[in-house]
Protein backbone atom coordinates (compact mmCIF):
# COMPACT_ATOMS: atom_id res chain seq x y z
CA UNK A 1 0.00 0.00 0.00
CA UNK A 2 0.95 3.54 -0.79
CA UNK A 3 1.49 6.28 2.17
CA UNK A 4 3.33 7.80 4.56
CA UNK A 5 5.03 5.55 7.64
CA UNK A 6 6.25 6.76 10.67
CA UNK A 7 7.95 5.51 13.69
CA UNK A 8 8.06 4.44 16.62
CA UNK A 9 4.15 5.70 17.03
CA UNK A 10 5.41 6.40 20.94
CA UNK A 11 9.00 7.30 21.73
CA UNK A 12 10.07 8.06 25.22
CA UNK A 13 13.36 10.48 25.86
CA UNK A 14 15.93 11.47 28.98
CA UNK A 15 16.38 14.73 29.39
CA UNK A 16 20.28 15.65 27.39
CA UNK A 17 19.72 12.93 24.56
CA UNK A 18 19.19 13.17 20.92
CA UNK A 19 16.24 11.40 18.97
CA UNK A 20 15.49 10.49 15.98
CA UNK A 21 12.26 10.36 14.67
CA UNK A 22 11.61 8.33 11.15
CA UNK A 23 9.14 9.32 7.90
CA UNK A 24 9.17 6.86 4.98
CA UNK A 25 6.91 7.49 2.25
CA UNK A 26 6.79 5.16 -0.75
CA UNK A 27 4.16 7.83 -2.81
CA UNK A 28 7.21 9.13 -5.11
CA UNK A 29 6.58 12.53 -3.88
CA UNK A 30 9.32 14.90 -4.12
CA UNK A 31 8.29 17.28 -0.69
CA UNK A 32 8.17 16.47 2.82
CA UNK A 33 7.57 18.31 5.65
CA UNK A 34 7.96 17.62 9.74
CA UNK A 35 5.24 19.17 11.84
CA UNK A 36 4.78 19.79 15.70
CA UNK A 37 1.14 19.23 17.33
CA UNK A 38 1.18 20.43 21.04
CA UNK A 39 -2.58 20.23 22.44
CA UNK A 40 -5.01 23.28 21.90
CA UNK A 41 -2.76 24.47 18.86
CA UNK A 42 -2.59 23.66 15.24
CA UNK A 43 0.33 22.18 14.01
CA UNK A 44 3.31 24.34 13.75
CA UNK A 45 6.35 24.19 10.72
CA UNK A 46 9.48 22.71 11.80
CA UNK A 47 11.49 21.61 8.51
CA UNK A 48 10.37 20.96 4.99
CA UNK A 49 12.31 19.27 2.26
CA UNK A 50 11.32 20.09 -1.63
CA UNK A 51 14.09 17.92 -3.48
CA UNK A 52 16.81 15.43 -2.47
CA UNK A 53 19.71 16.99 -0.41
CA UNK A 54 17.68 20.53 0.19
CA UNK A 55 15.88 21.39 3.36
CA UNK A 56 14.56 24.80 4.42
CA UNK A 57 13.60 25.87 7.99
CA UNK A 58 10.00 26.24 9.15
CA UNK A 59 8.52 27.93 11.69
CA UNK A 60 10.24 26.46 14.41
CA UNK A 61 13.67 24.86 13.87
CA UNK A 62 15.42 25.99 17.05
CA UNK A 63 16.81 22.28 18.17
CA UNK A 64 15.60 20.47 15.39
CA UNK A 65 17.52 18.48 12.72
CA UNK A 66 16.75 17.18 9.40
CA UNK A 67 18.56 15.30 6.42
CA UNK A 68 17.23 14.10 3.28
CA UNK A 69 19.47 11.75 1.44
CA UNK A 70 17.06 9.62 -0.33
CA UNK A 71 13.52 11.14 -1.72
CA UNK A 72 11.78 8.30 0.55
CA UNK A 73 13.23 9.38 3.72
CA UNK A 74 13.23 12.30 5.45
CA UNK A 75 14.47 11.50 9.76
CA UNK A 76 14.14 14.41 12.31
CA UNK A 77 16.18 14.56 15.09
CA UNK A 78 15.20 16.06 18.45
CA UNK A 79 18.52 17.77 19.88
CA UNK A 80 19.02 18.37 23.68
CA UNK A 81 18.75 21.54 22.49
CA UNK A 82 15.56 21.82 22.11
CA UNK A 83 14.05 22.82 25.39
CA UNK A 84 10.23 21.55 25.30
CA UNK A 85 10.21 18.76 23.28
CA UNK A 86 7.81 16.68 24.28
CA UNK A 87 4.84 16.42 21.47
CA UNK A 88 2.86 15.23 18.69
CA UNK A 89 5.24 15.24 15.25
CA UNK A 90 3.41 14.60 12.40
CA UNK A 91 5.93 14.15 8.99
CA UNK A 92 3.88 14.91 5.33
CA UNK A 93 4.33 14.45 1.93
CA UNK A 94 3.48 16.23 -1.45
CA UNK A 95 3.65 16.33 -4.76
CA UNK A 96 5.26 18.95 -7.05
CA UNK A 97 2.40 20.90 -7.93
CA UNK A 98 -0.42 18.54 -6.43
CA UNK A 99 -3.22 19.72 -4.29
CA UNK A 100 -2.88 18.06 -1.11
CA UNK A 101 -0.32 16.48 1.60
CA UNK A 102 -0.42 13.57 2.70
CA UNK A 103 0.40 12.68 6.24
CA UNK A 104 1.53 9.97 8.45
CA UNK A 105 0.24 8.31 11.32
CA UNK A 106 2.44 10.71 13.97
CA UNK A 107 4.38 9.70 16.69
CA UNK A 108 4.24 10.69 20.50
CA UNK A 109 7.44 12.04 22.07
CA UNK A 110 7.32 11.88 25.62
CA UNK A 111 11.04 13.66 27.43
CA UNK A 112 10.96 11.77 30.92
CA UNK B 1 2.45 37.39 9.30
CA UNK B 2 -0.37 34.54 7.80
CA UNK B 3 -2.89 33.58 10.84
CA UNK B 4 -5.75 31.31 10.85
CA UNK B 5 -8.33 31.38 13.49
CA UNK B 6 -10.94 28.69 14.60
CA UNK B 7 -13.04 28.19 17.57
CA UNK B 8 -12.29 25.72 20.14
CA UNK B 9 -15.01 23.97 20.18
CA UNK B 10 -18.47 22.35 19.03
CA UNK B 11 -21.37 20.35 20.62
CA UNK B 12 -24.56 19.03 18.16
CA UNK B 13 -26.39 16.15 18.29
CA UNK B 14 -26.44 12.92 16.13
CA UNK B 15 -28.42 13.74 13.04
CA UNK B 16 -28.29 17.69 13.48
CA UNK B 17 -25.78 20.04 10.79
CA UNK B 18 -22.66 21.07 12.38
CA UNK B 19 -20.93 24.14 11.47
CA UNK B 20 -17.27 24.95 11.73
CA UNK B 21 -15.97 28.36 11.06
CA UNK B 22 -12.52 29.29 10.31
CA UNK B 23 -11.14 32.80 9.35
CA UNK B 24 -7.49 33.82 7.77
CA UNK B 25 -5.73 36.91 7.01
CA UNK B 26 -3.38 36.54 4.15
CA UNK B 27 -5.56 37.19 0.82
CA UNK B 28 -2.80 35.40 -1.32
CA UNK B 29 -4.04 31.82 -0.20
CA UNK B 30 -3.81 29.30 -3.19
CA UNK B 31 -5.95 26.26 -1.43
CA UNK B 32 -8.04 26.17 1.55
CA UNK B 33 -8.43 22.59 3.15
CA UNK B 34 -10.38 21.11 5.84
CA UNK B 35 -8.21 18.05 7.53
CA UNK B 36 -10.00 15.93 10.47
CA UNK B 37 -7.93 13.99 12.94
CA UNK B 38 -9.13 11.69 15.63
CA UNK B 39 -7.48 10.58 18.55
CA UNK B 40 -3.57 9.47 18.58
CA UNK B 41 -3.84 9.52 14.88
CA UNK B 42 -2.49 11.63 11.53
CA UNK B 43 -4.29 14.31 9.83
CA UNK B 44 -6.60 13.20 7.21
CA UNK B 45 -8.10 15.37 4.31
CA UNK B 46 -11.67 15.85 4.49
CA UNK B 47 -12.18 18.16 1.32
CA UNK B 48 -9.74 21.38 -0.26
CA UNK B 49 -11.17 24.23 -2.36
CA UNK B 50 -8.90 26.41 -4.45
CA UNK B 51 -9.36 30.46 -3.40
CA UNK B 52 -11.29 31.50 -6.49
CA UNK B 53 -13.89 29.40 -5.83
CA UNK B 54 -16.73 30.21 -3.38
CA UNK B 55 -18.51 26.73 -3.09
CA UNK B 56 -17.56 23.29 -2.75
CA UNK B 57 -19.62 19.99 -2.21
CA UNK B 58 -18.75 16.66 -1.60
CA UNK B 59 -21.89 14.25 -0.18
CA UNK B 60 -22.07 15.68 3.48
CA UNK B 61 -19.83 18.33 3.12
CA UNK B 62 -19.81 21.18 1.97
CA UNK B 63 -17.28 24.29 2.06
CA UNK B 64 -18.15 27.65 1.74
CA UNK B 65 -15.18 30.70 1.15
CA UNK B 66 -16.39 34.28 1.39
CA UNK B 67 -12.82 35.73 -0.19
CA UNK B 68 -14.27 39.38 1.31
CA UNK B 69 -14.29 38.45 4.56
CA UNK B 70 -11.92 35.73 4.74
CA UNK B 71 -14.12 33.39 5.95
CA UNK B 72 -14.08 29.61 5.01
CA UNK B 73 -16.88 26.91 6.24
CA UNK B 74 -16.96 23.48 6.62
CA UNK B 75 -21.05 22.05 6.81
CA UNK B 76 -21.36 18.84 7.40
CA UNK B 77 -25.08 17.72 7.16
CA UNK B 78 -26.77 14.79 9.06
CA UNK B 79 -24.02 14.38 11.87
CA UNK B 80 -22.61 11.06 13.19
CA UNK B 81 -20.65 10.17 16.35
CA UNK B 82 -18.00 8.80 13.71
CA UNK B 83 -17.14 12.75 12.58
CA UNK B 84 -16.11 13.17 16.64
CA UNK B 85 -13.04 14.55 15.99
CA UNK B 86 -10.43 17.54 15.66
CA UNK B 87 -11.26 19.85 12.68
CA UNK B 88 -8.47 21.74 11.56
CA UNK B 89 -8.68 24.62 8.70
CA UNK B 90 -5.21 24.88 6.82
CA UNK B 91 -4.26 26.95 3.97
CA UNK B 92 -1.45 26.99 1.76
CA UNK B 93 0.49 30.08 0.25
CA UNK B 94 1.91 28.45 -2.61
CA UNK B 95 0.52 25.95 -5.79
CA UNK B 96 3.97 24.63 -6.05
CA UNK B 97 4.31 23.75 -2.23
CA UNK B 98 1.00 22.52 -0.98
CA UNK B 99 2.18 20.54 1.94
CA UNK B 100 3.80 23.88 3.95
CA UNK B 101 0.30 25.11 5.18
CA UNK B 102 -0.67 27.52 7.91
CA UNK B 103 -3.47 25.36 10.45
CA UNK B 104 -5.81 27.06 13.11
CA UNK B 105 -5.50 25.81 16.55
CA UNK B 106 -8.37 22.68 15.43
CA UNK B 107 -11.69 22.92 16.92
CA UNK B 108 -13.12 19.88 18.61
CA UNK B 109 -16.59 18.55 16.96
CA UNK B 110 -18.31 16.60 20.05
CA UNK B 111 -21.26 14.68 18.55
CA UNK B 112 -23.78 13.47 20.73
CA UNK B 113 -26.29 10.46 20.54
Known amino acids: DGGITQSPKYLFRKEGQNVTLSCEQN?????MYWYRQDPGQGLRLIYY???????QKGDIAEGYSVSREKKESFPLTVTSAQKNPTAFYLC???????????FGQGTRLTVV | GEDVEQSLFLSVREGDSSVINCTYT??????LYWYKQEPGAGLQLLTY?????DMKQDQRLTVLLNKKDKHLSLRIADTQTGDSAIYFC?????????????FGQGTTLQVKP
Open chain 1, 92 to 102: ASSPTGGTEAF
Open chain 1, 27 to 31: LNHDA
Open chain 1, 49 to 55: SQIVNDF
Open chain 2, 26 to 31: DSSSTY
Open chain 2, 49 to 53: IFSNM
Open chain 2, 90 to 102: AESMSSSNTGKLI
